[in-house]
T-cell receptor, first 112, second 113 residues
Framework: DAGITQSPRHKVTETGTPVTLRCHQT?????MYWYRQDPGHGLRLIHY???????DKGEVSDGYSVSRSKTEDFLLTLESATSSQTSVYFC???????????FGEGSRLTVL | QKEVEQNSGPLSVPEGAIASLNCTYS??????FFWYRQYSGKSPELIMS????GDKEDGRFTAQLNKASQYVSLLIRDSQPSDSATYLC?????????????FGTGTRLTIIP
């Protein structure tokens, strides 16, 4: 157990509404990541963080923003959700010595 | 060309046989390679990591890395029905910046009792 908690685990929302997903870790890892997973595309990196207030874009960052005000929390925000953002979102942390990623349980988002 | 490629499958293997999963990558400078298992509706779970050429064994699992040919494979010996899952290959490409993994789309494996 890598001590990663995602919330909410399931959410249904309507197009145009803002949505925030939260990732919380308990082990003080420096690197945190947000991926989305869709059939046929695998896991794609949205944004990642390498420290408090230090974030960078991944390959599918359009329409998403992130914030990290504390080491333990990494927030993913969809400012105005669209149906194309219906997906399963995974948060991950990186083990410093090995580079291994460990994932949270996922957040399933449906945008109607 | 995709950075990390896997056969999507599905791959069906009889129980007790060896399952062989393959992955190729495009960034020749990549140094770190990982195999994840993902059951339907669950999150990816790390099975193996490998960093140098050759074989690495962990129980029924063996990861094989060949940097010259730019492929990494996962062998599962004595396959069990509980091995039925999607297997994801992940690579840390040097040209994408450090500390970011790129994943293949996964190979779905079914073990037939």
């Amino acid at each position: 157990d890598a001590g990663i908690t995602q919330s909410p685990r399931h959410k249904v929302t309507e197009t145009g509404t803002p949505v925030t997903l939260r990732c919380h870790q308990t082990e003080n890892h420096r690197y945190m990541y947000w991926y989305r997973q869709d059939p046929g595309h695998g896991l794609r990196l949205i944004h990642y963080s390498y420290g408090v207030k230090d974030t960078d874009k991944g390959e599918v960052s359009d329409g998403y923003s992130v914030s990290r005000s504390k080491t333990e929390d990494f927030l993913l925000t969809l400012e105005s959700a669209t149906s194309s953002q219906t997906s399963v979102y995974f948060c991950a942390i990186r083990a410093s010595l090995t580079g291994e990623l460990f994932f949270g349980e996922g957040s399933r988002l449906t945008v109607l | 060309q995709k950075e990390v490629e896997q056969n999507s499958g599905p791959l069906s293997v009889p129980e007790g046989a060896i399952a062989s999963l393959n992955c190729t990558y495009s960034d020749r400078g990549s140094q770190s390679f990982f195999w994840y298992r993902q059951y339907s509706g669950k999150s990816p779970e790390l099975i193996m990591s490998i960093y140098s050429n050759g074989d690495k064994e962990d129980g029924r699992f063996t990861a094989q890395l060949n940097k010259a040919s730019q492929y990494v494979s996962l062998l599962i010996r004595d396959s069990q029905p509980s091995d039925s899952a999607t297997y994801l290959c992940a690579v840390e490409p040097v040209n994408s910046g450090n500390e970011k993994l790129t994943f293949g789309t996964g190979t779905r494996l079914t073990i037939i009792p």
